[in-house]
């Protein structure tokens, strides 16, 4: 349906009992597409191959310098965004990486965060839409 915008993951139980799926805004079925298509190594979806980004591809390569990170993140995300998310014009996407320490049980362990961050306009409304979404890599895991 036009206009409507259904929050995921989707309740496919409601589908089958016939009843009304929870429904979201603009900017949250945006940001839901933007975490899906960083979330999402090519080929995955088999319908179309050329969803998601090349992340995946980069997880676990410890030795790749991060200018090179960035780099390859941003145009990924980029492209997939210009290719699978039509509703927003972006004006500006930027990438930050930092080291993060977590703790599990005894063990304290460092990974290398990913923010993406990302200002756009919205292009039915023209309102800005702002997202910041992180992950960690190696092996890579979605706040």
Not at 13 to 22: D, F, T
Not at 44 to 63: A, P, Q
Request: glycine share 4%; aromatic share 10%.
């Amino acid at each position: 349906m036009k206009g409507a915008f259904y929050k995921l993951p989707i309740n496919f139980n409601a589908i089958l009992q016939k009843k009304e799926l929870e429904k979201t805004s603009i900017e949250h079925s945006i940001a839901q597409q933007v975490i899906l298509l960083a979330t999402t190594t090519f080929g995955e979806c088999k319908f179309d191959e050329t969803f998601g980004s090349k992340i995946w591809e980069i997880d676990f390569d410890l030795l790749m310098n991060e200018n090179s990170l960035k780099e390859i993140i941003s145009k990924t995300m980029l492209k997939s965004l210009l290719l699978h998310e039509k509703r927003i014009k972006v004006n500006e996407l930027r990438v930050e990486l930092s080291e993060t320490m977590y703790h599990v049980v005894a063990i304290s362990r460092g990974k290398k965060r990913v923010d993406i961050i990302i200002e756009a306009n919205i292009k039915s409304t023209n309102r800005d839409f702002n997202f910041r979404g992180y992950f960690f890599l190696g092996p890579l895991s979605y706040k």
